[in-house]
């Protein structure tokens, strides 16, 4: 295997730490070293090679305390301009016609001065400024599974042909979806995606797709950030809802997200409406994710919802509508739960606060019943799926914190066993509320999402006991029952994510987190195979035991022609499959004969193949070899594996795009 290059995420090292060349956590407000020193923390302009704020947030309130008291030298004001609260970005149902830099429309909680100050001291590594947006720090150039071979370019070079901060122009995706197919595209996504992701209002994404297909009854509405909201609303659908023939769906879908990168530039705005772009091309990277470094865009977007103020609550005020309250929550939880889910993969620390969260769930009536002039709380219950799965990364994100970071438990727990048993109650907890949830659902049409949830729930609750019995930084050695239980969980993990990828038409199919579980849990099966080998083999025949290990190869095999880094964790899991498989094997063998089978010392099991690193820079490096993310696509390698899944797109569809997946020229 070749040896890939550790990343890992570029931190902003604050001007004490920087003099001094010393490294820095940059954590916020205050970074380590400078804590200890008992110093202010301040941070450090390059491109004026002057000291600058470290949160955008501190320095913004503090701005606007001195330009709000009388008695302060700075108190100025713009003369005509009022000193009202402007309505949020994302609450904004208008044009973007050609309105100029510092109206209304385009800015967060602040009058027009704040948000010019906030542009000019936005520190450049978030990629959220006009002059290098942030696509372009983490977006590469791609291989999809397609014969025409791989398109990408140099993103970081702005005089490349190829760049994304200077792209050449290309053909209208958009004209290669018919208005037929695209309409079903679309309220598919009304009905099963934005409700799991609220990032948008039903209402802006409405707009931006009228905008386009029906332009002669919305004259003027056509816009840069509408086409890039359309665009990848059909890449996300085509994604999600393709069942078979998924390599021309998805190469359909990456040339209608390619067409969008070149109005990053335009819609990658320092403001919410800017969030928003990047959250929607992030739900598209789950699902091809050799795009972009995931990790690293969801660690910047986590940077910039700190420094737009969304991990707290705005302040009461009668200014601040219900509308644009419920807006900055939603972007927050659908933010906060895009990296912790990552994170939790990779074992990581996540910026966002992961305890006593400051921003309560958004409402989760349908968006009809959302409007400027307020929330009817009696509309239509529809949003039932995201706020069930922000609770499950509750869950998760406490026990990675606590297991991998150091994070102490609550005192009222008293010790580990116990804290683990009351994180075992809460997931068993939320997954009976869920079904509870389901059985009690009248509404018909809500019926196939529900089935959606239960099987989201029964592979959430064995992945968490997963997690919570398996080895770690802070149990490097489970007990023997603790591995069997994880044993038990991760086959039922795997089987679970797939039958989600075989589901129906039009239901959610995303890839990274599956494949990543999926691979997860195939090692904690094969470190727990060889330690637990007579108490597996008291509990299941030597042939139920060869089923749950074809089951992982059955997963990625299925998987592989949605995203083919998965053919690369097959290869991996069934070479590290084999010694053990002969292990258990021969130990089985000679338990039939009655011949004894000496234990070998936990402690020398645990050493070596089967075990998982205990160091944390070891458990990084570990995962890193086998991230399909970490390299591009070395290849269509699909060719050596069968599916059972038939590649018929009219039938799927009942419908014809009549063109080929459109090529860079």
Partial sequence: MQSRTKVRRRVLACARCRKRKLSCDGKVPSCTRCVDAGVACVGFDSSTQREAPRSIADFLEMHIASLEDPTSPTSLRRPGRPSAVFPSPAASHESEGHAGPWSPEKCTYADGLVNQAMEDITPSFLGISKARPILSCVVKGTQLPSKKGPVGGTDLDENHPRSIINPRPLPNALDAVDFKTASGLFHNFLDRVITQYPIYHRNDVSIAFNSIYYPASNPGHDSPRNRYIVSIIMAIT????????????????????????????????????????????????????????????????????????????????LKITSFERDMRRRLFWCAWEMEVAVCSIFLRPVNLPIRNIDVAFPVEVDDTAITQAGIDPSGRISKFTSRRIWQFRMIEAEIISVLWHGDPIFKEYGSLELWMQKCAASMLAWHSELYAAANANMDSSFEARWKEMELYADIAYPYIMVVLNRPSRLIPNPAVENLVTAFTNAVQVADGYWQQSNADFGRIKYVFHPCHHVFNCALVFLQALPRCKAEISERYTYEQVEDCMGRFSRFFSTIAERWPAAARCLEEYERLLVPIKKEYADFVMQKSSYVPQQMAPPAEVVDGLYSYPTNFDEALTFWTTFNPTSTADAGDTLGAYAYSVPHDWNAEFSLNFGVEPMSEV
């Avoid at 023939?245 to 990053?264: C, D, E, F, G, P």
């Avoid at 972009?292 to 940077?303: E, K, R």
């Fill in 238 to 317: 085509l994604s999600t809802a393709a069942r078979t023939n998924q390599k021309q769906a998805n190469a359909m879908a990456y040339s209608l997200v390619r067409h969008a990168l070149q109005w990053i530039p335009d819609v990658a705005t320092n403001d919410l409406r800017g969030l928003q772009a990047i959250l929607l091309l992030t739900q598209y990277i789950f699902l091809n994710p050799s795009m972009a470094d995931v990790w690293l865009l969801t660690g910047l977007i986590s940077q910039a919802v700190i420094d737009l103020g969304l991990h707290q609550e705005l302040p009461n005020d």
